[in-house]
């Protein structure tokens, strides 16, 4: 599973308090299968799952 970069996930989240839509797709992209494979492993079905990945991002 990948790890996440603390630091680059704070300035994600910064950018996206100042409303830069950009950095939501950075977001995205960047830890959508980590998010799926954290709800995978709770929920054991993968619809759902990739509903959560939706519902979140």
């Given at each position: 599973?990948k790890s996440i970069?603390?630091?680059?996930?704070?300035?994600?989240?910064?950018?996206?308090?100042?409303?830069?839509?950009?950095?939501?797709?950075?977001?995205?992209?960047k830890y959508n299968?980590?998010?799926?494979?954290?709800?995978?492993?709770?929920?054991?079905?993968?619809?759902?799952?990739?509903?959560?990945?939706?519902?979140?991002?």
């Amino acid at each position: 599973m990948k790890s996440i970069n603390k630091q680059e996930l704070h300035l994600i989240f910064q950018e996206i308090k100042k409303e830069n839509s950009n950095k939501l797709d950075d977001l995205y992209c960047k830890y959508n299968k980590l998010i799926f494979n954290i709800a995978f492993s709770i929920l054991k079905n993968c619809e759902n799952s990739e509903d959560i990945v939706q519902t979140f991002l």
